[in-house]
């Protein structure tokens, strides 16, 4: 990178808006075609944004995150798999599922948190499948350590 355009770029973001906290050096813009909506990393969360940490870094704001497609099971137990708390009945930005089995139900704080400590053997706390689950979680924005 040209230092010239790095201080450009420093520039323009110093003037953005962040549509969560509303103060200005917000440098992460929503990837939706036509979506203007900034946001600063930290505040992602807040406004229920997902950045996806592989690939090319792609962020969405909470109009435009992904969302997963699993179908909600009417005898299904609302309890987090992980800290055995109540969930919401439907899947959202706080309430996730497995995409393998579909009966694991978690809080997206407690999935994060069983992410980095586990590193690259992350799977299902339920069915133990790796390789589906894996990649729908690091497309939910789940962050994952290289370890």
Sequence with gaps: FLVGDTQRV???AAKKRCFVCSKLGASITCCETGCDRTFHLPCAPDG???TQYFGTYRSFCWEHRPQ???QAR???DNTCSICLDTVENKISYKTMACPACQDARFHRHCIQR????SGIGFRCPC???QDPF???MLTMGIRLTKR
């Excluded at 069983?114 to 400590?117: E, V, W």
């Design 10 to 12: 420093i520039r323009e």
């Design 48 to 50: 229920e944004c997902v």
């Design 68 to 70: 997963q497609a699993v």
């Design 74 to 76: 009417p005898s299904q």
């Design 114 to 117: 069983l992410a980095l400590h």
């Design 127 to 129: 069915c133990l499948k």
């Design 134 to 136: 894996m990649m729908e």
